[in-house]
Each structure stands twice: as C-alpha cells, then as structure tokens.
C-alpha cells in the first residue's frame, strides 16, 4: 500500500514538475517530506476512524500540490489576517473587556514561545458569540468565542485550544486552505464583501472532507506538545472532547461530510500521546 501511494505521489509531482519547471532537488525535497509523514501515521491506526489511514496519505498529497500551486508572501497572508481583523472591530465583534482576556493573551505567549515558525507574530481576540469555536486566520490573527470560554472548565484546556490554532498556522493548513479558496473562486472579489465573517466561514468550509480532517489531528498533536511544552497539565487536554461528545452524533455520512474528527476519536489521540 506504501509503495502505491509513493508511486502515486511521484506521478503527480512528476506532472507537475514537467509543467512548471519545478527543479528536481525541490521534488526530492518534498518526496522526503512526504514519507517522513507517511512514518508518523501509524498514530491513526490506533485512535482514529477507519477512514483517516487512508485519508492522511491522500492528504500528504494534497497539500504538496497546494504548496506548489500557489505562494502567498508573508506581507499578503499578513494583509488578510489585519482586513479581517479589522472587520471585526468595524462590527464590533471584539470582547477587549473580557475578564479572561489577560489569561488568554498570557496563554498565548507561553503558547508561541515553543513554535518552531518563528516569523510569524500572534495575536489573539475574542469574538462575542455564544457559538462554541475557535479558529486561525493568515498573518498568526486567533479568535476564540465567549462561548467557547464559558464552555471550558480550565485554563489547562484552554491552552489545548490555543495550541491547536496555533499549530494552524505554523504547518500552513490556513495558508492551504487560502490556496483552495484562491484556486477556486475570486479572494479578492471576496474581500469587498460586506459580510467579511463569511469569508472566515467559507475559508473554514473549503475542505475536501474526510480528507482535511487530518489537517485537525496534525493540530491537535503539535497543539498538545506546545501546551505541553508550555507547562500545562496535559490529563485536561481531552477534557473539551469528553464534554464535546456528548452532544456528537457518530454516522457515516457525519464522517464523510465533517471538517473536524469526532470528538471520542480526537480524545483517544490526546490519551495516546499521554501514554506515549
């Protein structure tokens, strides 16, 4: 099965190669990068669903080809970051007098200190809504929900959560997920809309499920060693999934329609990286 997916990826690459010129250290670059992944997988055949093996070769592909596809400076992912952040403050979406908010932004620092990326500056804001959510945007812009705070039951969780958006940002899934959306529609006819959150929705929308739902447990492993790192208790880390399922129906068509993972196989990952 390996060596098909390998053979699968070289073909692609091999295509793409030929048609933009792209030099053959670069190729064998990214074919490297690919089965030192490939190697770390086997933590979805213990905690994962039956389809997220697969998925995450097909994955690795994927985000190969979109790393290629489409360069986005630094200075334009920052641009977008500001603009929507900047809508949210026209609208008047920002909770700046939240009495959680110096913990969070405390969090966060400690958070960023053990990211490998270092060129890029974080931020976090937190949204007045009552949806239970948190997400990341280009230029290392974070938000989480006042729902999402009332949610939780410690800090320790929270800094889960804050590690699993800022691992987003640094192994690009939202520059990617930029890339799909560019690819597939007009970003910049989009970013004269008068609805901006759409544009947040829509980008967190442009996934190719199952398949993307990787990109939530790559999150949710380097989230777990920054908090980790940043000295949080990693037995709350799963405490968000436990609450979460509750209220998770599992089927089918859920799996093969879902961004994110269920919650129960999200929390076997977190107690298999404690064991581990």
Request: aromatic share 12%.
């Amino acid at each position: 099965m390996r060596h098909k997916l390998l053979a699968v990826f070289f073909y692609s690459f091999l295509q793409i190669t030929l048609a933009q010129e792209i030099s053959i250290d670069k190729l064998e670059d990214a074919l490297a990068d690919y089965t030192a992944k490939i190697e770390h997988a086997a933590v979805l055949q213990d905690c994962g669903h039956a389809f997220d093996g697969p998925a995450f070769f097909y994955k690795q592909v994927e985000n190969n080809w979109l790393d290629f596809a489409l360069n986005i400076s630094s200075d334009s992912k920052k641009n977008i970051g500001r603009d929507m952040y900047n809508r949210y403050v026209t609208l008047g979406q920002l909770d700046n007098t939240h009495s959680a908010k110096p913990k969070v932004e405390e969090i966060l620092q400690r958070i960023v200190r053990n990211v490998p990326r270092k060129d890029v500056s974080y931020r976090i804001s937190i949204l007045k809504s009552e949806e239970i959510n948190a997400f990341a945007t280009l230029g290392g812009y974070l938000y989480i929900t006042t729902g999402l705070l009332n949610f939780i039951d410690s800090y320790d969780e929270l800094a889960f959560i804050i590690g699993h958006e800022v691992a987003h940002e640094d192994k690009f899934h939202t520059q990617r997920k930029v890339t799909k959306l560019t690819l597939s529609t007009d970003l910049q006819g989009m970013t004269r809309m008068d609805g901006f959150t759409d544009i947040a929705n829509k980008i967190n929308r442009t996934f190719s499920p199952p398949f993307d739902q990787i990109d939530e447990y790559e999150a949710d492993k380097v989230g777990f060693e920054l908090a980790k790192a940043a000295g949080y208790d990693v037995n709350r880390f799963a405490d968000f999934f436990r609450k979460l399922e509750r209220y998770q129906k599992q089927d089918l068509i859920k799996k093969l329609t879902s961004t994110h993972p269920f919650a129960e196989h999200r929390k076997k990952c977190i107690q298999s990286y404690i064991n581990q």
